[in-house]
């Protein structure tokens, strides 16, 4: 007897409108297949005549667009970087200086060591002024697009000057 009391206590539980939406049996029927849904979803839509989103490929690219891709990026390389040399401390049988020798060993010239040094601090420089230039958002400075442009080409060319001077040591 008190199982069945429960049993419709629950169904008016649940045939009970929940707020000012739809009742609970009319928003999900119980008896469909997902491919059903998904047909009455597509239904809907063409009925509607409502666009589509948009995919990525048709957007005009833009600074910010690049830059926050690109911040993103460099913050996965830099921590792959760092876990695979923290790897390769770990596992290769010499010291760090054993393999800095065999390195000048192979006599390679000032421009192309520059140039390996220049490339190993780009994206160290690039994450670092642009996480400063986030930062600067996060207090709510900057956010204006001439500003976010501004600040974007700024920290190119700080990017570019400190990876530079990081280089030349």
């Known amino acids: 007897m008190a199982a069945l009391a429960l049993r419709g206590l629950g169904r008016r539980c649940l045939l009970a409108r929940l707020g000012p939406g739809p009742a609970l049996h009319q928003a999900i029927p119980m008896a469909t297949t997902a491919r059903e849904e998904m047909r009455r979803f597509w239904e809907r839509n063409s009925r509607s005549g409502r666009p589509l989103s948009p995919h990525v490929s048709i957007y005009k690219w833009s600074l910010p667009m690049a830059m926050s891709i690109s911040h993103r990026g460099t913050g996965v390389a830099l921590s792959l970087g760092v876990s695979l040399f923290s790897l390769a401390a770990l596992l290769l049988p010499e010291h760090f200086p054993h393999y800095l020798a065999q390195v000048r060993a192979l006599s390679l010239g000032p421009a192309l060591i520059c140039s390996a040094k220049f490339l ?34 700024l920290v190119l060319a700080l990017t570019l000057l400190s990876s530079a001077g990081l280089a030349a040591l």
């Open 120 to 153: 190993l601090a780009l994206p160290v420089s690039y994450h670092t002024w642009n996480g400063i230039r986030h930062l600067a958002w996060d207090l709510g400075k900057g956010l204006r697009l001439p500003q976010v442009t501004q600040s974007g080409l």
